[in-house]
């Protein structure tokens, strides 16, 4: 398999399948193990701790950056001490290869 981080997400027309579990296992292979995989199976979240608010705004920012620059949108949710990051093709409603792609570059942005 290719190094993820390094392809490009491609926006989903919706008219392809989600991923089927034998594959979404080997794609999870590819990025953090921090990722857990929730709603049955057709997402990916990662969630991260600070000390403080500043630091957890500014990787937001640096995913929302992201996020525009690969047309792929996660969801975000922001506190204090705390960023959640879920990822998912909304359109179909399931897992596809952007959808790991994405969270091999937020795994960089991280490091």
């Not at 920012?61 to 204090?80: K, N, R, T």
Request: aromatic share 10%.
């Amino acid at each position: 398999m290719e190094i993820l981080h390094e392809k490009q997400c491609i926006p989903c027309s919706g008219s392809i399948p989600p991923l089927e579990l034998p594959e979404i296992m080997a794609y999870k292979k590819g990025i953090s193990p921090d990722w857990e995989l929730t709603h049955n199976n057709t997402r990916l979240r990662r969630k991260l701790l600070f000390e403080d608010f500043r630091e957890p705004f500014h990787l937001a920012i640096q995913i929302g950056d992201l996020a525009e620059a690969q047309w792929h949108h996660p969801e975000i949710h922001l506190g204090w001490g705390h960023l959640e990051i879920e990822i998912w093709t909304h359109k179909i409603n399931g897992l596809v290869e952007s959808d790991f792609v994405f969270a091999s570059k937020v795994d960089q942005l991280i490091k």
